[in-house]
Each structure stands twice: as structure tokens, then as C-alpha cells.
């Protein structure tokens, strides 16, 4: 009876064992084709802000992409003042000073981004309403976002120190 099990044991843990060097054997070609994914998704984006000259290489760089797989990606050019909301066909630049703020808007028309910007609002979709609260995809998608107002919000903090420091100088 003792060796039954003793081979029933050894059977699961070499299928176990198996199961493990395939999972880590394709690992390595999810990771290519999703890195081939993302890629593909962001280079057109990433040529539109090329476009504007190449000094917005190397800023502080967010980028969020969006449950129907779009990309929104953001630019702080922190020397300069300025910053760049770019996504698939469009984007805006604006300097700090002319910068409102950005809020994140979780609602049951789904999550959004509103950028408070001097002429309009954007409004960028990061997810519909129409997956549960707490499904996996609408906390990563909400993570994202939240670290992508973030990283605006910090032109605010910026703006604030260029006050202060024209204060004390002044």
C-alpha cells in the first residue's frame, strides 16, 4: 500500500515539475509578444511627440494604456516648462503655468482622466463602466491611472516651487 502511494506522489510531483520548465519555457515568448505588443501600440504616439522636436527625448515619461488596448502617454519636459498629452491621433502641449490640474473620475460610466487645461478639458477614457468594480483589469487600469494623475499633478508642485522661489527672489 505504502509504495502506491509513494508512486502516486512521484507521478505529481514529476508532472509538476513538467508543468513548471513548460510554463517558464513560454514565459519567454509571451514576454517578446507582449514587448512586441506594447511597442506597437506606443511608436505612433512617441513619433507625434518626436515630431514637436527632438528635446522632448529623455523627460520624465507616463504611459497608460486603456482597457480597449489604446495608449495615452504623457510628457513633462521639466526644464522647459512644459509638458505633452499625446494618444492615437491627437495630442495637446501646454506650458506649467497654463496647467489646471488632472483628477481621476470613478464613476459608473467607467474611470476617466480629466485634464484641466486653459482653453478645454480632457476627458481620457481609461475604462468603461461595463466590468465589475473589482475584477483584475479595472484595478490594474485604476493603478495606472492613478499613477498617471500623479505624475501630472506634479506639475502643480513645480509650479508651486517656481512661485515660491520668484517670491524669495523677488
Known amino acids: 500500500m505504502g509504495s502506491i502511494i509513494g508512486y502516486i506522489l512521484l507521478f505529481l510531483m514529476l508532472a509538476f515539475t513538467l508543468f513548471n520548465i513548460y510554463a517558464t519555457a513560454t ?8 514587448e512586441y505588443k506594447y511597442n506597437a501600440l506606443f511608436a505612433p504616439i512617441d513619433n507625434e511627440i518626436l515630431k514637436l522636436g527632438k528635446d522632448w527625448k529623455g523627460s520624465p515619461t507616463m504611459r497608460l494604456i486603456t482597457e480597449k488596448e489604446e495608449g495615452i502617454v504623457s510628457v513633462r519636459d521639466d526644464g522647459r516648462k512644459r509638458a505633452v498629452i499625446a494618444w492615437d491621433g491627437d495630442l495637446r502641449t501646454f506650458r506649467f503655468n497654463e496647467y ?12 476617466k482622466i480629466l485634464v484641466h487645461l486653459p482653453s478645454e478639458t480632457l476627458t481620457l477614457q481609461a475604462a468603461s463602466g461595463k466590468f465589475k468594480k473589482k475584477s483584475f483589469i479595472v484595478k490594474s487600469i485604476n493603478e495606472m491611472a492613478k499613477r498617471f494623475v500623479e505624475f501630472l499633478n506634479k506639475i502643480l508642485e513645480q509650479n508651486k516651487e ?9
Request: glycine share 10%.
Open 100 to 111: 489646471g490640474g488632472a483628477e481621476l473620475v470613478d464613476d459608473e460610466t467607467g474611470i
Open 162 to 170: 517656481c512661485e515660491t522661489q520668484s517670491n524669495i527672489d523677488a
Open 27 to 34: 514565459k519567454k515568448k509571451r514576454d517578446q509578444a507582449n
